[in-house]
């Protein structure tokens, strides 16, 4: 689960005599720094004449297909376990609880099921998955984390918009529909426990599950049978992508958002970069909708 939200405003929105709301002003500001530093990272690799990927630290396992597929069905049987509980618990799947004891339970067996192929299949185990394998040092990873996260958040949303526009031109019978978790935090009124819930499912088990699955797992396994990093990358985003399909507005820019954070894995080595990316992405989103932002067109 990646929180997205197209930004879907342009400054002919506003009246001489409104006030341009703040979230558009700052992401003004972060999209035109997101801009700079990807101009500038992209000037540097053409001049350098060399694959960005040159030097990334290599990762050996053992994983193969068998272990994909187990933590796939390891996450559905979860799935369909907590989600017969929870109708049973709550009275019907609709239930918003019942919707977050499923989600975040499947996710967690889902982690837990990542692990122990983790530390069967990763020279180092779960340690080294963590902690990489050759760590690049504290100053190197910072700065990969604030200017991906920088050009994650500023790019990602206005590509969502893009691809909102052109549906609204090419298909205006296609339905947007907002996230789920923010569609629950807009339809409230919600207790505190119930908002504290979505944000920290959003903001820590859903970045943690995913990246562990898809770039800890499905792209280090695509890594080794694939004839470059980039090919593991491409795929394991496409794959990223298109399991986000129910909000299909976001796919492209969750796509391009997966690239992004594979690159960043691949450079680091670990799998703390990913989350923190990942988690700082969606913690934006929540950010932004607690105030006062910007809704889905």
């Not at 590509?159 to 205006?172: D, G």
């Not at 943690?208 to 499905?218: H, I, K, N, P, Q």
């Not at 990942?278 to 889905?296: D, Q, R």
Request: hydrophobic residues 55%; aromatic residues 8%.
């Amino acid at each position: 689960m990646t929180v997205l939200t197209p930004v879907c405003l342009s400054l002919a929105s506003f009246g001489p005599a409104q006030a341009v709301p703040a979230p558009f002003v700052v992401d003004g500001i972060i999209t035109a720094a997101a801009t700079v530093v990807a101009m500038v990272a992209l000037t540097r690799w053409i001049r350098r004449g060399r694959d960005p990927l040159a030097g990334a630290p290599p990762r050996p396992h053992t994983l193969r297909e068998d272990s994909i597929l187990l933590v796939i069905c390891i996450y559905l049987l979860a799935a369909a376990v907590f989600g017969g509980l929870s109708r049973w618990l709550f009275g019907g799947s609709d239930d918003l609880r019942a919707r977050m004891l499923t989600g975040n339970a499947a996710q967690i067996a889902g982690v837990v099921a990542c692990l122990m192929i983790v530390r069967q299949s990763f020279d180092g185990g779960v340690d080294r998955f963590f902690r990489g394998t050759r760590p690049p040092g504290r100053r190197h990873t910072v700065s990969l984390v604030i200017v991906v996260t920088v050009v994650a958040i500023g790019l990602c949303p206005w590509v969502a918009e893009a691809t909102v526009r052109a549906l609204h031109y090419f298909a205006p019978a296609e339905p947007i529909t907002p996230h789920p978790t923010i569609e629950a935090l807009r339809t409230g009124p919600l207790s505190m426990s119930m908002v504290v819930g979505l944000w920290v499912s959003a903001a820590i088990i859903a970045p943690v599950a995913e990246e562990v699955f898809f770039r800890g797992v499905l792209q280090s396994f695509l890594g080794r049978i694939l004839p470059s990093r980039w090919a593991a990358i491409l795929l394991t985003s496409i794959a990223f992508g298109i399991v986000h399909v129910s909000q299909i507005h976001t796919v492209i820019a969750l796509t391009v958002l997966a690239v992004l954070i594979g690159y960043a894995y691949e450079r680091s080595g670990s799998i703390v970069v990913p989350i923190v990316i990942h988690s700082s992405f969606n913690l934006k989103t929540l950010i932004w909708e607690a105030w006062g932002g910007v809704p889905v067109s």
